[in-house]
């Protein structure tokens, strides 16, 4: 591999959210993507969305949940950002940035989950 050739990066296949609270953490997001995870186990639960796994893990000793909101934010693709905010406040959770419409014409949003997750939601531009 040289520094050209890069590691060879490809989409995103996975996304983990830490959570100390399990049980409620897997009930909240049960209702967030609107049903059941196709997955449970007595640490994890799983959705698949659109290609992408969402995974719920609880926290351990090597994923401690972080106390600030410093890091990686990943995105999922949604009709409309502001329904969905209406409906992340309505299930306990905040918005931390947005919403609000970029430069691309993109409208992005990030929620902190009641678990102190944060991730990020996004309408593609309007024609």
């Not at 926290?59 to 209406?86: H, K, M, P, R, S």
């Not at 940035?97 to 929620?111: A, D, N, W």
Request: glycine share 10%; proline share 5%; charged share 25%.
């Amino acid at each position: 591999m040289t520094d050209q050739q890069g590691v060879g990066l490809g989409s995103v296949g996975n996304v983990f959210l830490f959570v100390r609270q399990f049980d409620d953490a897997v009930d909240w997001y049960e209702r967030f993507v609107g049903r059941p995870p196709e997955q449970r186990e007595k640490q994890l639960a799983v959705w698949q969305l659109d290609g992408v796994r969402l995974t719920v893990h609880s926290e351990d000793e090597y994923n401690v949940q972080a106390a600030d909101t410093a890091g990686t934010v990943a995105y999922f693709g949604i009709d409309d950002v502001d329904a969905a905010l209406a409906y992340c406040e309505k299930l306990g959770a905040t918005a931390h940035r947005g919403p609000k419409t970029i430069f691309s014409g993109e409208r992005l949003l990030q929620v902190r989950d009641p678990f102190g997750n944060l991730f990020g939601l996004v309408t593609p531009p309007q024609d």
